[in-house]
């Protein structure tokens, strides 16, 4: 083939790809053509590494309204005729040029996914991946990420409730930004994204089409190294307009709730811009479709057919309008003051047609555009993998100090309080906020339908985001099997059944044979965890090449768990009172040295990385439910998930949020200090209980095979007790409460 390999490597497609279009067109595609292919074959948009892959993930359940990868999101029946629709997705590449655009139009992304099925967002939940903060440009990339964030939801008014910051070594070249949005809609009134009935209209309604983001999909998302391409990359960022997604909401509900006879479908303009908007919808709906890119308004003079095709501009929405309905649709959206454009119609073709004015320049088979590539490779562990699993912790010698030790986790990055991420994202707007940011799961109250009768209870939900990269840097298999069960365990710790998953995986480069190796074990561990606790997988997003110079990213799955409550007042926190009896659910204080693999206090305390983890899933499972029942029989009056740290962390963390002291001097930790005290053991739950139910508690640990032990007694007190550990809570309060203010300071 004559093409230039330049051309090719702009749009991310290997020759061989190339090839395959040629044959299977029976010709060889224009620029316009080629650049949908580039586009819509990427990893970002094809999905053609992870596709056979996800395969693997259930995607069932009692619960589930949707098929997985069908819409923009998926959705869950909560009961009384009301769903959940949420999401996760990636913005990591983007994040990496221009931290605050990035960031910002990731939340913008997501919110769109959202609303473009009926459903109202009502919250936002961010996982964050960084480098060490001793690092300036580390620094600068999370204030960035941050300030994003905050800046977009917060000018949606819509609540940032919860999430998680981990830094380490392997995330400096390549953030991690996943953002998680979750909405609620009335069952009946979900919308599709299927452009149907040929005749009907396509209606572009929202911003003004740009030059950023062009290549955003297959010259960022879907190639490595983007710190080492800053400038070249600059213009693959979108940048956004929270207030004109605003009434792009609005607009696009209005009509969703109240006039959903007049559209077929809505659906949002992400990676790829109107090239996948316009054609995912038409292969959804079974048709062909019609664009002239003559009507698409601009903001830029001088734009080709191809830019306008690939632009990623923000804040806009593709309507499938019925035929005779485009002058109602376009005067509801002039209504919200958001401007609209039709721009083609639906044909029965199964073709894509694209116009400039009278000249047609391109058209292609939309089931050869959407039918991606899939690359099933080899896998290999990488030798690394075999010698972290070695590594002796027997040779390694007991903490000394265990009181100086806590305080170094406390205050430690990845441990410490996030209060400062937290207090720049407004979590109370729309009043729906029950538990906020900060605790292990956030809490929102699902108001009642308006049809719903005057004594209709009052259901609630709770949402978390979990996943330790370096857990699965050590044991891809066991550590995404951890992050579904530690996902579960937060939701339930705040009184939750978990329900759904939405997830979003992000690994290096796929080709390698180590990378392929960490998906199929991730994806694998995942699948088997989510099987044991049923929670199945509604949605997601896979984001690969993230790596730089070599080096890819820990594999890194971010697990959005849902969880519901049948009657949000009956919901747990973690913060117990004075008077109340702790105990530790699953397992007993003394623990075996392997506890600390792959633990914080392995990595801050000995600088290691390694040995082998462990979990039980049929254990977690009984743990679970013998939480869940304890709080739903307003026997536990708090519950705290055991995980980084272990548990004297735990405890800490407990203690402060209440604002108590524990006398558990009495504990037995066993010969060896460090794996009692900061173990990450995994299937454990401390709950705290009044002391004349203590019987209560045991009976439900037995009947379900689940070991209790006694750990101490919360006071009123300003004392940290637990074995050897000392310490006026004041010290504890200092090092959790400015650990991560004191690490920005540099």
């Not at 996943?178 to 919308?191: Q, S, T, W």
């Not at 820990?554 to 969880?563: D, E, H």
Request: with cysteine; proline share 5%.
């Amino acid at each position: 083939m004559a093409i230039d390999q330049s051309v090719l490597d702009t749009i991310a497609l290997s020759r061989d790809e190339y090839q395959l279009i040629v044959e299977k067109l029976g010709r060889e595609p224009n620029e316009v053509e080629l650049g949908l292919f580039g586009a819509l074959w990427s990893e970002h948009c094809g999905y053609k590494n992870s596709k056979p892959l996800l395969r693997l993930l259930p995607a069932e359940g009692p619960y589930v309204l949707t098929k997985r990868g069908a819409e923009n999101a998926g959705a869950v029946d909560i009961g009384d005729g009301l769903c959940v629709v949420m999401k996760i997705e990636s913005h990591n590449h983007p994040s990496a040029v221009e931290p605050y655009e990035g960031a910002a139009t990731g939340v913008g992304g997501i919110v769109r996914d959202i609303f473009a099925m009926g459903a109202r967002p009502i919250a936002i939940l961010d996982s964050l991946r960084f480098g060490p903060l001793t690092d300036a440009r580390n620094r600068y990339l999370f204030e960035g990420v941050v300030a994003g964030i905050s800046g977009y939801g917060n000018c949606l008014g819509i609540p940032t409730v919860g999430g998680e910051v981990y830094f380490e070594d392997s995330y400096a070249a390549n953030p991690l930004v996943n953002a998680m949005c979750i909405g609620v809609a009335p069952v009946e009134k979900l919308v599709t994204s299927k452009a149907e009935g040929p005749g009907n209209i396509l209606l572009l309604a929202g911003s003004d089409t740009g030059r950023d983001g062009i290549h955003g999909a297959s010259g960022l998302a879907s190639r490595t190294d983007p710190g080492e391409r800053f400038e070249e990359l600059r213009p693959a960022v979108q940048v956004g307009n929270p207030f004109l997604e605003k009434m792009l909401l609005e607009a696009c509900l209005d009509l969703a709730h109240n006039h959903v006879d007049w559209i077929t479908g809505i659906q949002d303009f992400g990676a790829a811009g109107l090239t996948s908007a316009a054609i995912e919808s038409a292969s959804n709906g079974g048709t062909g479709i019609v664009i002239d890119v003559a009507r698409v308004p601009r903001r830029e003079d001088g734009m080709t057919t191809y830019e306008v095709m690939l632009s990623e501009s923000q804040e806009r929405m593709l309507i499938i309008v019925r035929k005779g309905h485009e002058d109602d649709v376009a005067a509801l959206f002039e209504r919200w003051e958001v401007p609209t454009a039709i721009i083609g119609h639906v044909t029965d073709d199964k073709l894509v047609h694209i116009f400039d004015g009278d000249q047609e320049v391109g058209t292609l088979p939309v089931e050869l555009l959407v039918d991606a590539p899939e690359y099933t490779r080899q896998g290999e562990p990488a030798q690394e993998l075999y010698e972290m699993e070695s590594l002796d912790l027997s040779v390694l010698p007991d903490v000394s100090d265990t009181g100086a030790a806590l305080l170094r986790l406390l205050a430690a990055p990845n441990i410490t309080s996030k209060r400062w991420v937290h207090r720049q994202y407004d979590q109370s707007v729309l009043s729906n906020t029950v538990v906020e940011a900060g605790a292990d799961a956030a809490v929102l109250r699902i108001k009642p339908a308006e049809d719903a009768p005057a004594d209709a209870r009052q259901r609630g939900i709770a949402l978390a985001t979990d996943g330790n990269g370096r857990y699965c840097h050590v044991d891809p298999y066991r550590g995404a099997s951890i992050a579904v069960a530690e996902a579960a365990r937060n939701v339930v710790c705040a009184g939750a059944q978990p329900v759904a998953v939405t997830d979003c995986l992000n690994f290096g480069n796929p080709e390698r044979p180590d990378v392929y190796h960490q998906m199929q074990a991730v994806i694998q561990g995942i699948a088997e965890a989510c099987d044991a606790l049923g929670t199945p997988v509604i949605s997601g997003n896979v984001s690969l090449y993230n790596e730089t110079g070599g080096q890819p990213i820990y594999p890194t799955p971010v697990i959005g768990m849902l969880g519901i409550l049948d009657d949000v007042s009956q919901h747990c926190t973690m913060a117990p009172a004075p008077g109340d009896a702790l105990f530790l659910l699953g397992s007993s204080i003394e623990q075996r040295l392997e506890t600390l693999a792959a633990s914080e206090y392995l990595r801050l305390e000995h600088g290691k990385i390694g040995g082998r983890l462990e979990i039980d899933l049929q254990l977690e499972g009984r743990v679970q439910r013998a939480a869940l029942a304890a709080i739903r029989q307003d026997l536990a009056t708090a519950a705290h998930d055991c995980s980084d740290g272990g548990l004297a962390v735990t405890l800490a963390e407990m203690c402060l949020a209440a604002d108590a002291g524990l006398d558990a001097a009495g504990a037995v930790v066993g010969n060896r200090l460090d794996a009692a005290l900061f173990g990450e053991a995994q299937s454990r739950i401390v709950l705290a209980i009044k002391p004349e139910r203590r019987h209560d508690l045991v009976a439900i640990a037995s009947s379900m095979n689940v070991p209790l032990e006694y750990i101490g007694a919360v006071t009123a007190d300003d004392r940290f007790r637990f074995g050897p550990i000392d310490l006026p809570l004041a010290d504890l309060r200092d090092a959790y409460e400015n650990g991560l203010e004191r690490a920005l300071a540099g």
